[in-house]
């Protein structure tokens, strides 16, 4: 196995033989996201792999096409975190199911029109009108780091063991500068932080990465997505991808009821001894 | 929203209390660092916009 220098072929390369495959981007395959994590690269048999924790993320992607004719999967990794639309994965790798991907079409939230949004039309007022507030969008980068600190510490407080890695959403929004991030945070008429989240894009979907809400306000959830949608996502012609629901029904529940144009399955995928 | 992790083990109490008293992170949680306020000011109203549902517009109060 070659081990290369990650600031040699970097992750750039790797993005875009994805994007000449004409795989379709997983909520994981961001350049902010993957700069946040800082996997490893290494170059098997003419196939870039990227691992994290000791885990091959994506399928290996081939540096060319003699690669792929040569089709020699026999160093592959006999795990894959997460698969991509348009890769074929050897006969020998069975699939598991990793999690879901929620697509959503911004357009939908600013009409809300039809039966099926008459709940989020109305819940998402609600917020608004108990608090007496509105919702004002101010840059991450205005905010005193240490008051975003306290508010994203009291909210993982708030998700108990339901959050999943903590250090890479840090790293992410607190490392995040001309890195592909677009951090906001949501403030009522006190200034008081309501919601901070954040965003990424790759080739194909804006990435709602984060969204994490004051604990404890009933509706705000709603009342949030509803202004990202409607004014942070103005005007952008993608598909958002709001990512999974790491195995929550509540999440999954909600995530259901704001109609996403179309929920995806990823899996992860296993060797098998033939 | 998030991911799915790659690794066992949920957040620490030691995170989240290093983060609830104002502390965050440059790298890892063991390279967390007091830093002075003030670094990053508090937006004042120019910053600010205002939910219209019609893209953002700037705050005029």
């Given at each position: 196995m070659q081990k290369i220098n990650k600031n040699q072929v970097g992750l750039g390369l790797f993005l875009k033989r994805i994007k000449d495959l004409c795989w379709v981007p997983s909520f994981?395959?961001?350049?902010a996201y993957l700069e946040a994590v800082q996997p490893e690269l290494d170059i098997i048999n003419g196939w870039l792999t990227l691992t994290d924790e000791g885990v091959c993320m994506f399928p290996p992607v081939p540096m060319n096409d003699n690669v792929i004719y040569e089709?020699?999967?026999?160093?592959?990794?006999?795990?894959?975190?997460?698969?991509?639309?348009?890769?074929?994965?050897?006969?020998?790798?069975?699939?598991?199911?990793?999690?879901?991907?929620?697509?959503?079409?911004?357009?939908d939230f600013i009409k809300l029109v039809g039966k099926k949004w008459a709940i989020l039309r109305k819940n998402s007022k609600k917020?608004?009108?108990?608090?007496?507030?509105?919702?004002?969008?101010?840059?991450?980068s205005d905010i005193d780091p240490e008051e975003g600190a306290v508010f994203i510490g009291e909210w993982l407080e708030s998700k108990a063991d339901d959050f999943q890695d903590a250090d890479i959403m840090l790293n992410y929004l607190f490392q995040s500068d001309g890195k592909g991030v677009h951090a906001f945070c949501m403030l009522d008429n006190n200034e008081n932080i309501k919601a901070i989240l954040a965003y990424d894009t790759n080739w194909t979907y804006v990435n709602f990465?984060?969204?994490?809400?004051?604990?404890?306000?009933?509706?705000?959830?709603?009342?949030?997505?509803?202004?990202?949608?409607?004014?942070?996502?103005?005007?952008?012609?993608?598909?958002?991808?709001?990512?999974?629901?790491?195995?929550n029904p509540?999440?999954?529940?909600?995530?259901?009821?704001?109609n996403p144009v179309e929920k995806?399955?990823?899996?992860?995928?296993?060797?098998?001894?033939? | 929203?998030?991911?799915?992790?790659?690794?066992?083990?949920?957040?620490?109490?030691?995170?989240?209390?290093?983060l609830k008293g104002g502390n965050f992170t440059t790298n890892n949680e063991e390279a967390f660092v007091k830093k002075g306020k003030g670094s990053k000011v508090k937006p004042d109203a120019k910053n600010k916009q205002e939910s219209s549902g019609f893209g953002l517009i700037s705050k005029e109060d």
């Open positions: 994981y395959c961001s350049r089709a020699d999967y026999s160093k592959w990794p006999d795990f894959i975190w997460s698969d991509m639309e348009g890769c074929i994965m050897p006969d020998n790798y069975q699939k598991e199911k990793l999690d879901f991907q929620y697509l959503y079409d911004p357009d917020w608004e009108r108990r608090h007496k507030s509105n919702l004002m969008i101010v840059s991450w990465r984060y969204c994490m809400t004051k604990p404890g306000e009933a509706f705000l959830a709603e009342a949030v997505r509803l202004v990202f949608y409607r004014d942070i996502m103005f005007g952008k012609s993608m598909l958002v991808n709001d990512g999974g629901v790491v195995d509540q999440l999954e529940w909600f995530k259901d009821r704001l995806k399955t990823v899996y992860s995928w296993r060797r098998f001894d033939e | 929203m998030g991911g799915k992790s790659r690794k066992s083990g949920g957040v620490s109490r030691q995170l989240i209390n290093s």
